[in-house]
């Protein structure tokens, strides 16, 4: 195949890249201009409001980042008074984070409205299409967990 050939525009990762992010930029302005968050610092105080107490590693496994971009959003969260850092009491080497009052006032006000982009942005799609679009996601996921475990079926890099 040349290069002519290929058109980018519908190649499914490039629509998957560009669709995600447009979606994260939009979804952005409900806890950036607020509150000075970045995506980094949503997804992390979101999973702590989730789980509880958590480490850093345990973010980073859940919340697709880099163990980095985790570890300056625990930070700076920290900085800001939205997580805490306890440590654990049966290893002390652990540390485990948790959000304050403070930050679980901050995602009290802006759960409402992610929720209401995310019921705007998929107004566009019957409840079935979007159990399709859904399901598909996770069998794209699956098959990627796959490709990641059979070094024949790793893409050229």
Known sequence: MSPKDFDLTQFLPYRLAVLSERVSKALSTVYTDPYDLTVSDWRVLVHTANEGA???REIHRTVNLEKPRVSRSVSRLVALGHL???TDRADKRLVKISLTAQGRAILDDILPKALAFEDSLTSVVSKEELAQ???IAERLHARLDE???????????
């Open 54 to 56: 958590v480490s850093v």
């Open 84 to 86: 805490e850092k306890v």
């Open 133 to 135: 679009v859904l399901a």
């Open 147 to 157: 490709m990641r475990a059979d070094p024949d079926q790793r893409p050229m890099a």
